[in-house]
């Protein structure tokens, strides 16, 4: 008997090709009907056969476009309209768009086959893409996804590409940016003596430049990497000098999964995540060392090629690891711009590989990692961006600002929670300005007019964000502290707003509640409810604020507050930098001193207590040099870390550090030990906080919970109790989530008025 | 009240509060002068406190800022100084050879700069009502017709010039107060600038648009003021500016940035194009100026900012001085 159903499909289902998809399992079953693109979703009305619209629905939700993601399913009975075949409705717009502006895709494996495909006409063509793949977010200028409004603009289709642009059955129906070598952009390559033109021989070249060790920039999806042969040392040295880079490791691009196998060691879940079509930088365990890569660190960040090109590239000879590092100067965003690429790499490129399609926005490569609680984004950015993080409940939309360090912006629109890409530090002013700009991008994209939108922000007074959501007019202004953004973050991307947990935000730096540097933030609460602050580390002090956070050893100096005089002896004994005593002054004066619970701080100092005496040349650097000196060195002991009820005490744990350094105990072991003690108080506060309270479920979150081994430990540690533990999934722990947790906390707020 | 570092809280109290009493509504903009047209001649005038701790430090005292600061805020008004009267108020207690120095200070420095001082008035107030010796002063000058100095005479293509180090006198005396052990061989940079304006006004008078001594707040809220004043946008290339070891030493350690510590002996000339090159030559051909320098250049856009170009660490948003800057790195 013919019945009908109408199917409403919710998740990542626009702008990956789920319409001509549905079309396909219909017409193959010899179903009527039609598919739409709907208000929040895909719409379907189907008529038939019961048992074959069954098979239809099983088929949806089986093998879903590769990029899709289904998250909701609903089907109603509906009446018969009688239609005769199965039709593809365009879509319209409706008065605020709900449809998500979609991710950048990596080159799917149809596009690549017919790209290695001699009879192909887009044989080696380095612009192939369909609708199962290719750029979007960094192609869209604004909505609705529609080629007019990318910037594929400039280039009508032929008359073979526009045919299967409108043929429902063709894998390129309403593909936006498609285009071939008769009608697309191309690829060419300058350098000192001129410019090659043609895609295969401009490739061509670009290879040859890499095989003899040149630095050659090349323009990819959300802009430029500057690219060399990493297995040459010459080449890598040369980078680190012509870029200023200090020690910061070299993001790299291998060939494919076998050679990052010879770099890194590949779990099932890495694997999966480094052939993902979003196909992140996954940093993991290395196998071998390559000389100037990764200096001081026993992790690589290996990525496989994502489009077109980059295949193109090592197809043609290219080494088979290249260094492909974002292409800026020093502590800049991303260059993305042809002229600018031009310009500002002067003196560190030796050639420029350009493509002619321009970039719409700068986005950066994701960063993933895989530690003991799962898979983690450390930064969000391309293949992520800008697809909503969470749902909330929340009618009008909310604008969140961030944080003024690896800043995004989230803006909650439906109900979704839209997080931009990592737009990084705003103290620089190009970061500065695509953060302004993706700011009002979202606001246009989504038509949110800015008079009914509350705007969240940091409470730091002298964040640029802040004063930035100052200037704004809006419906309302809000300020959320820091570290309770960091707990929330993870609360709203479990969707638990109402979940009671204790959070424990340990990080570098926030503004708190008493004016203080907070870093080691215990809470308990709620996002609904609140979180009230239950605990913290013992206030240290730091002296010459951010000039600590550059120099571990001024912050060593902060954590002998109560100990002047132990600190002089240690100074003296270790033979530590006139800086150290210049900064133990500072603190006995109170001079430019700041009282702080940083736990970030606590890591540098540390790391400073066994030999990290140098200014740091990127943020982290000095925790990091800890952990992998950790890594080395079997576990021996354990040091006291005690929690009175209120307070994480880290004098005892300093000075019995102190006590093994002097007696010339291997400075591993130490660090080994200085990971597990910290681990062990976490895991004993949260402990004791959750049976004062009855709660079950741990958050962990902040910067500080981005050190792969003190997550073992706690993982270790959690496992032997009944208590669940919350890690930021595909939201940084660091201050890139800090923007979803002050939606998820106005959320919270402006639903109780 | 924590407004005394100079900067933005010290602009909103002004702006807020002083402004609305004592002008009106009437739109101004805020300069160390005010002008007072009499018989075709224009005069500047100006009054300043002083509140310094120490009073005495390396390469001067607070008696010697009174007479350079009032003097120095005549000449960025393009004023040559006429006169000043000073009136000190004492603490009890004050020891009488410490105030004997500091008379003694003011008269060398009014005799140095050759502004006579004309009168003045004292007061003693109860121990622990004041801190040891406040200097107030008042100052009057004569303007070159020659010159028209103004924010907003300012436009895109004018270059920025420094006469010279930046951060001396605010990290002197803030080691001077002894909180620091730091082996810095610095001294005040205190010292009337009159001499270089007036030179100035002989070879660039046409090309010469606004000065400003870069005191409180240091350079970085000068120019901050200034951008949002003219609506313009000051591209600074941060190479170029003089700072000496010590300083950037010293600033490094206090995580301070030299761009917002105290000057009293040095000031910032925004000078057109055509005039920037003989402007520059003539300041470093005096005695006290051989390290001017070009440091920047006025922009069109973005306005209202301050930006700092390095060649190899990209381009950074320069603020004015928020109190004391808070740490906000992660
Ligand atoms: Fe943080
Ligand atoms: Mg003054
Ligand atoms: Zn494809
Ligand atoms: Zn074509």
Redesign the interface.
Known sequence: MKIARRIRIYGVVQGVGFRPFVFRIAKRLGLSGWVRNGESGVEIHVEGDAGVIQKFIQEITARPPVSAKITNLEIKDAAIQGASGFEIFTSTRHDRPTVHIPADLAVCSACLSELFDPGNRRRLYPYINCTDCGPRYTVIERLPYDRPYTTMRAWPMCPACSAEYHEPMDRRFHAQPTACPECGPHYYVRWQEGEIHGDEKAIEKTAELLRSGRIVAIKGLGGYHLACDAKNEEAVRELRRRK?RGEKPFALMVKDIDTARTLIDISAEEEELLTSSARPIVLARARRLLPGVAPDNSDLGVMLPYTPLHHLLFHFGAPDVLVMTSA?????PIVYQDEDALKSLQGIADAWLIGERPIARRVDDSVVRVSAFGPAVLRRARGYAPLPVAQLPSDRPILAVG????NTVTLVVNGKAIMSQHLGD?????A??AFEQTVYDLLSMYDVPLEETIVAYDL?????STAFAHRLETYKHLGIQHHRAHVASVLAERNALEKQVIGVAF?????GDDGA?WGGELFVGSATKGLERCGHLRYAM?P????????PL?ALAGFFVDELELAMNVGKWLSLPE?F???L??VE?R??T?P?TSV?RLFDAAAALLGFTGVISF?GQAAIWLEHLARTAPLEKIYPFPWDGKELDYRPLLKEMVEDRLNGKDVAIIARAFHRSVAEGVFNSVRSLGATYGVDTVVLSG?VFQNSLLLADLKELFLKSDMHVWIGEGVPS??GGISLGQVALVTATHSMY | LAHGAGGKASRRLIEGLLVPYMMGDKPTELNDVAYIDADGRRLAFTADSFVVNPRVFPGGSIGELAVNGTINDLAMGGAKPLALVITLILEAGLATSELEREVAAIAKAAQRAGVPVVGGDTKVVEHGKADGLFITTAGIGLTDPRVSLSSKNVQPGDQVILSGPIGDHGITVLLARGELDLEADLTSDTRPLWPFVESLIEVAAPGLRWLRDPTRGGVATALNELARDAQVAVMLDEESIPVRPAVRGACEILGLDPLHIANEGQFLAIVSPEYADIALKTLRSMPGGENAQRIGEIQAEPKKAVLARSRYGGTRMIDMLIGDPLPRIC
Not at chain 1, 403 to 406: E, G, I, P, Q, V
Not at chain 1, 460 to 464: F, I
Not at chain 1, 544 to 551: L, N, S, V
């Open positions: 200023r800026n100067r020093s502590s800049e944080a003024d360090l690896k705003l103290d620089r002013y190009e500065y300005t730091h007074p002298d964040y640029r990080d570098g730096t926030g503004f540097i730091l010459g604020g951010d000039a600590a956070a550059r120099m001024q800086r005593f210049t900064a002054k500072m004066k001079l430019r700041f702080t970030g943020e910067g660091n201050d």
